[in-house]
């Protein structure tokens, strides 16, 4: 792919949570369209890896970079340091984000066989997780943008992509934090889009479907036998194309959201969910 079939050789690309599994297979296809990548991490270590693993496999420049997407400072302080060592920053991709157990219900549904205890149920939930899964997916999507966007609308050039989710247009069973939080990134996206469309910045999303990842597998695999659960099956079932994705499907879409190939596309987000969003189950 180095042949700049999509005119990104040389940019330079931020990805927050970019230590993670989608993270680091978006690092490595941009990467192979000849951009340089700064992968952001909370865990610098996960982000060092990803670095060193591009900047061998495709010898382009990768750093890895140690940043909080909750703390404005770490991000200031992480935008000084891409500066130095790559340049200025052409796109961003707000990676950063995900669910937890703790803003996650046991039952699907409350029935009378379990309202004799609804600690399973949505009155079981914790604030405090509730909280936290709704500040790392929309709050941590708007401070990088905050701190990254300022050169590129000063610059007029740039681009954003910010990963939501599935749920973002019809909630999940038993992740409302979740589900509620990447429909308000879809919901930011669009506002941004539109507040920055005038400076040539444009404002995208890409909306997964399911990949099994770290924050996902305890809910879709059997922890003892690895079968897939009742709610993997599900999923699957709900899948016309019936299968999980590869995080490397997503590539495609991402090289067409930050190259020029969609330079008059900007507030949409796209799902790239084989089939999901678009199947009523019948
Ligand atoms: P992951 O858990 O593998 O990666 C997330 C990365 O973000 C980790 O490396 C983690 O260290 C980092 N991170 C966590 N908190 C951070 C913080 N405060 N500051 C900086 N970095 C932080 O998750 P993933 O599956 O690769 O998910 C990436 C994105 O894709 C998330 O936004 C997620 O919600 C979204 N998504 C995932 C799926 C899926 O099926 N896995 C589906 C739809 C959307």
């Keep these: 792919m180095n042949n700049d079939q ?6 330079v ?10 993270g680091t297979a978006l690092a490595k296809g941009l990467a192979a369209a000849g951009m340089q990548l700064a992968i952001v991490d909370i865990q610098k270590s996960f982000a060092d890896t990803v670095a060193e693993t591009i900047a061998k496999e495709f010898g382009t420049q990768a750093i890895g970079v ?4 909750l703390d404005k400072n770490s991000l200031q302080l992480a935008q000084k340091e891409i500066h130095e060592k790559l340049g200025n920053i052409d796109f961003l991709i707000n990676g950063a984000g995900g669910n937890s157990p703790k803003a996650t219900t046991k039952n699907e549904w409350i029935t009378d066989a379990n309202v004799s205890d609804l600690s399973g149920s949505f009155f079981g ?24 966007a300022d050169e590129m609308i000063k ?6 992509l910010n990963i939501s989710s599935m749920n973002s247009f019809h909630p999940l069973t038993k992740i409302p934090a979740y589900s509620a939080a990447k429909s308000s990134v879809n919901n930011f996206t669009e506002w941004l889009a539109v507040h920055f469309a005038k400076m040539n910045v444009r404002v995208n999303a890409i909306a997964p479907g399911f990949f099994l990842t770290n924050q996902n597998r305890f809910l879709l695999l059997d922890e003892k036998t690895n079968e897939l659960t009742e709610r993997g099956h599900k999923i699957i079932n709900g899948t016309p194309m019936g299968k999980f994705g590869e995080p490397e499907d997503l590539i495609g879409t991402t090289l067409y959201l930050l190259s020029d190939l969609s330079k008059f596309v900007t507030g949409i987000v796209i799902p790239v969910d084989g089939g999901f969003n678009a199947y009523s189950g019948v």
Aim: with cysteine; proline share 2%.
């Design 6 to 11: 999509f005119g990104v050789k040389g940019k």
């Design 66 to 69: 140690e940043a909080n997407v």
């Design 125 to 148: 939930l914790e604030v405090d997780g509730f909280k936290k899964v709704f500040d790392l997916n929309f709050l941590g999507t708007l401070l990088p943008t905050m701190v990254f």
């Design 155 to 160: 610059r007029k050039a740039g681009v954003i």
């Design 13 to 22: 690309c931020v990805i927050t949570g970019g230590g993670g599994v989608i």
